[in-house]
């Protein structure tokens, strides 16, 4: 490595070290004198009038002031808007994220406007009636593609969306995936909200789409290092050679600005370091390409700060007892002012010293937070931060310092040094330590808050009294933020576990629709050889993905309270008429396909008329085993009979309209129109048949064909991507097919970019219309997120 790189670099580190250490001078003295507890006393003695409950002489006035649960955020909401609070919850909430993750000062009439707006903004959305009659989630796919819409960066989020799926499928066992996840898109929007802020509103509509799209992949490069770097050498996942290997690697790339060569690896986390060294050099090279060298600079130095003070952090040991307080302090105030000013310097924010200087000095007040929130489980881990340290050697170091004590101390000197005893920032900061108190009681149990608060506060009898007076009795102090974290957190963990659920269904069900799929001849016909019957049972027991049968399985039994015994029937009806569309398809007057469901086609393995044969003969044995539904009324089986012959006929009319337009060039209604027919029928088909035999009514059938019609176009989008882009070992058929039989595609007639861009519309569509259905399963959401991102 180049020498004077080195020592450039580690003389900007020492520059860090030194403003850094200067603050912790300053903050120590104030620990140790107690001189900022008679300041924050005063403040809190102002706060309370604003914060106590009030006495009513109306006790149902008492019951509608009483908050519901957080845990159901629309009711929260609505609650919040009823009693007229919105607005200042709101208002605190955008106050704060402007200080925190901005870096404004809140005192002057253009910040004030700005939050004004925000507030407005946010609140017309949040209690808008249609999204809150169907109580969205906080975090949805379809909200967010409706979001990249509106600004016209649908490519970049469809991108980022397929990065975010392959880092957390590569997110080894011992990290919490969840976690990963959730810091990523919190980094991803934090980089867009800077970049908006930097805008304004006036920026004309494509210098915003540019600078929005940059953000977003910015975002995504320099959030990767999260899960990639902090928390995978935290994990204890690498092997110690493994992690000097790795952290040498990041290192140098910081120095140089140049990422180097993975060379040999030889530890067991090869495959996985192989995925992440890619994936960092591809972001690294991002972010670098994408800075002037003024910023190019900035990026690398805040950046080798943060690396080297993490770690220092992370090299410590909570066994060794005699680290000083500058030791123990001096790397949080570093690594957390780092890793803020890293971020303006990747959106090359304009130089701004007040903002530089407010986002230095914050940093540790939220570090210190989170510290305080996570100190049990860091202490498991081993971890060594100011808490851990002080938990475990409080009573044998008396000059330790109090991490609860500089806490505070942090807060007067924010109020009062860096924000000139704004009174809105008073409020604004007073109101997010009693919120986090509040929370962590909670979270906690109120005995082990006891036990914490009884070691972190013995020395500030008072304060602290004052304080816990507080944590008991100040009301309106929640943060909007927090809200939408925590049920951020529920919502990916219930994703996480419905997936769960919905692969778990779908192979359970599969496995027992492979079980009874098989035709048996029957005695009569025992004696004699019968080719189809044999060609019949070879197509069926391909690896088919079962996912008609399964939608009915899922419809009928879970949905609807049908005998699944009673359906089986219904289940090997709609396999056979699928597998016979398939064999049909497959034929040489047709498309002419070798192999499909990883081996070869029927009429490869037997002859063409044979094949001919066994699509029709499969056909027939649909329509018989429709027949006996017993269990049903017998006027709904006829029905699903007629429907089902109708279907038939329609997807017979689809591969018609595909076959003659070989060679043609289409529109995409066209196109539409022939997927519809070819393969959204055939969805819609395995949502409405179990619909008849429980009698639905006809509005919610024409909601499940509306879903269907947008699943099977958005099954056939990414069917056409997959030809082009796809795996032959995954997809089980040769790639590539659609172009060497001349037929015209939505990545034809549209582009890969387009047709992905069609494909998510058509996903959206589908999900929103499940709003319109009783029943809130959400398998058929799960379905949409398989289809859309299956790789065969």
Known sequence: MNEMLLNNADAGYLLAEKKAADYFNILNERVSQYTYIPVLTDDFNSWKQQHMPR???????????????????????????KTGKLDDYLDRSISYIFMRDLGKALDTPEMKSRVQRSVDRLKNHLTKKDRVDREEQTFSMAGLYRFAEKEGVEPTLIWVMEKLKKVSSNIPDGMNATEAQRKLIKIIAGV????????????PARER??????????????????????????????????????????????????VPDLGVWTGNNKELIVYIHAELREAFLYIKDHQNPDTRDDFLGQSYVFFKSQEVDRAKDLSNGNYTNEE?????????????????????????????????????????????ADMFEDTKQGGVTPYTYYLKYHDTRPNLINPFEMYWAVIAYLIHDLYDSDPKTCEVILDRAINGLKRYKVRMGTEKYKEVMAIFTSGIPEFNNLIQYMVRKAVDVEFFDKLVRDHMIADLKKERK????????????????????????NEQESFIKVPIMDAANYSLEGDGKRLRPIMAWVMGVN?????????????????????????????????DAPIRRGRETVHEVYNHAIGELTGLFLTQKAVEEQSLLESF??????????????????????????????GKQLTLEELNTICFYKTGKAFEASLIMPAILADKDESEMEVLKKFAYHAGIAFQIKDDLLDVEGDLDLLGKPVLKDAENNRSTFVSVLGVKHAKKAMWDHYSLAIESLQSLPQKDSFLKHLMNYIVNRDS
């Open 559 to 591: 949905e609807y309270g049908l005998d699944q015994t009673a359906i089986v029937p219904l289940l090997k009806s709609l396999e056979y008429m699928h597998t016979a569309s398939l064999v049909f398809d497959d034929l040489p007057s047709q498309d």
């Open 633 to 662: 009324d017998s006027r709904a089986v006829l029905r699903l009979v007629r429907y089902s012959a109708k279907m038939t006929a329609e997807m017979c009319k689809g591969q018609a309209m595909d076959l003659d337009s070989k």
């Open 55 to 81: 006495f009513s002489f109306f006790p149902f006035l008492a019951n509608l002031k009483k908050s519901p649960d957080t845990k159901d955020y629309h009711q929260y909401i609505r609650w919040m808007d």
């Open 328 to 372: 123990l302090f001096i790397p949080v105030i570093m690594k957390a002012a780092s890793s803020r000013l890293i971020v303006r310097a990747i959106i090359r924010a304009s130089e701004d010293e007040g903002i530089d200087s407010r986002t230095f000095y914050y940093g540790i007040y939220n570090q210190l937070a989170d510290d305080f």
């Open 209 to 258: 789409k540019e600078r929005l799209e940059k953000a977003i992949r910015l975002g995504y490069c320099y959030g990767l290092t999260y899960p990639f770097i902090d928390d995978l050498l935290d994990a204890n996942i690498l092997s110690p050679d493994e992690e000097k290997q790795y952290s040498d690697l990041i290192r140098t790339s910081l120095i140089t600005g140049e």
């Open 192 to 203: 867009v909200m800077q970049v908006m802020e930097e805008m304004g509103d006036e920026t």
């Open 498 to 521: 419905e997936q769960e659920n919905f692969i778990d269904t779908v192979k359970s069900v599969r496995d027992e629709i492979n079980e009874n799929l098989s035709i048996s001849q």
